[in-house]
């Protein structure tokens, strides 16, 4: 049986940071100005901390401004807003991200109406869904996991995706839905598969592109998926692994990677595939804020 490619998203994460940690020194030299990227958590979910250090770290590396507001699990929604609206007049911050899930005493779609549009980073307010539902990506903040699966779809298959079929399982508005908007707008026939989708078995078999993005470990099985199909798996699931150790666990995605590996033409590894990237397109997010913010022309797109 012939292996697939894998695709190594840590690899392309990392040329896509070195291009952007070039762009910010030349941002830098032409206007004294780094981009400035603040991230807000609010609890201690110990996940979380992870994703935001990362986060943090990856903005220092790219020669950014980055601050981390950690606020206490109990903090009221009036003190998030406030230091939203903060945060939102800072002249030396150009993205805000507000990591979800927020503890259920705030209203997360209030929070994030409340940033301005041009430093919503993560392309959750609904000025930039709207942005890029409308098909006007080029002035949107486009999500950051759908960016990045884009950008890996791209460098595996050329910049054409025009009638290729492609199907996402999940709907959610951080990744299902703006994905197939993504996929819709390069011209593909794109099918959003759920919970709720009758036979996807044979949804999923009619795919050129499989996007699983439904947070079920090894959900989508690998003889459902055609044979040279190319899989991205966005799903990052942690499950016990006693084999191990006792206590041990493991990450695996949504696909069951090692059945599909034999046939599909390409796939995503989890955890190195679509992860590192989403980090990289926040960091390409921030970078296109500052420069719209400062009124410079764009740089090149990444996809
Ligand atoms: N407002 C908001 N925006 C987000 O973008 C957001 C969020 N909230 N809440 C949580 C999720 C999760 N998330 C990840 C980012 C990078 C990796 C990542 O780099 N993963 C690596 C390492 C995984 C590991 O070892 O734990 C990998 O897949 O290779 C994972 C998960 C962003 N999120």
Redesign the pocket.
């Known amino acids: 049986m012939p292996q697939a490619q894998i695709i190594d998203?840590?690899e392309i994460a990392n040329s896509v940071r070195d291009d952007i940690t070039h762009r910010a020194a030349q941002l830098l030299e032409a206007t004294g100005k780094r981009p400035g990227l603040a991230v807000v958590l609010v609890g201690e979910d110990p996940?979380?901390q992870?994703?935001v250090r990362?986060k943090d770290r990856a903005a220092e590396a790219c020669g950014f401004h980055s601050v981390k507001h950690t606020l206490a699990a109990d903090t009221s929604e009036a003190d998030v807003l406030a230091l939203v609206s903060q945060l939102n007049e800072d002249e030396e911050i150009h993205g805000i991200?507000?990591?979800?899930?927020l503890p259920g005493h705030i209203d997360e779609s209030k929070v994030l109406r409340l940033i301005r549009p041009e430093k919503d980073v993560?392309g959750?307010h609904p000025v930039n869904v709207g942005l890029l539902t409308a098909g006007e990506r080029a002035s949107a903040l486009v999500p950051?996991?759908p960016a990045g699966s884009l950008v890996l779809l791209k460098r595996t298959l050329g910049d054409t995706l025009s009638g290729l079929n492609a199907v996402v399982v999940g709907r959610s508005n951080?990744v299902g839905k703006p994905m197939a908007s993504l996929l819709l707008q390069e011209s593909c026939t794109v099918t959003i598969a759920h919970s709720r989708t009758k036979d996807l078995p044979a949804i999923v078999k009619a795919a050129d592109i499989v996007v699983a993005a439904v947070g079920r470990p090894e959900m989508v099985k690998g003889d459902w998926i055609k044979p040279g199909a190319t899989v991205i798996d966005v799903g990052?699931n942690r499950i016990p692994a006693p084999e191990k150790g006792e206590g041990k666990t493991r990450?695996v995605g949504d696909v069951a990677f090692d059945q599909a590996v034999d046939h599909v033409g390409a796939i995503t590894p989890?955890?190195?595939?679509?992860?590192?990237m989403?980090?990289a397109m926040?960091m390409a997010n921030t970078l296109t804020a500052a420069r719209r913010l400062m009124n410079l022309p764009e740089d090149q797109a990444l996809f």
């Open positions: 998203g840590k996940a979380s992870v994703y990362n991200l507000v990591q979800l899930p993560d959750f950051c996991t951080i990052i990450l989890v955890p190195g595939g679509v992860g590192p989403t980090i926040l």
